[in-house]
């Protein structure tokens, strides 16, 4: 299942817990093909991942729910969105 999709999806803990796992998954993804072919320092990595530490990750998580207060009811899938936003958000 996408990633996206996958997010979207999230109601409770264990389907927060499988979508971090498909994150996992999918940076790890991102890393075994940007050691066979770098992309360009000017463009996301492989799989689209534009925070690629870390440090990095997480201030885009927090900047992007700093910058996109949404209501929602689902503590679960409010945390998967951040994650998700870690991964995307510039």
């Not at 979207?8 to 998954?25: G, N, P, Q, S, Y």
């Not at 870390?54 to 910058?67: G, P, R, S, V």
Request: net charge negative; aromatic share 10%.
């Amino acid at each position: 299942m996408e990633l996206m999709s996958l997010c979207d999806c999230v109601e409770d803990e264990a389907t927060f817990t499988r979508f971090v796992k498909a994150l996992a998954a999918d940076f790890e993804d991102s890393r075994v093909k940007e050691n066979a072919n770098p992309s360009s320092p000017y463009s996301p990595a492989a799989n689209g991942w534009e925070n690629t530490t870390i440090n990095a990750f997480l201030d885009a998580a927090t900047a992007w729910a700093h910058d996109c207060q949404t209501e929602t009811s689902n503590p679960w899938k409010r945390a998967a969105q951040m994650l998700m936003a870690g991964k995307i958000y510039e």
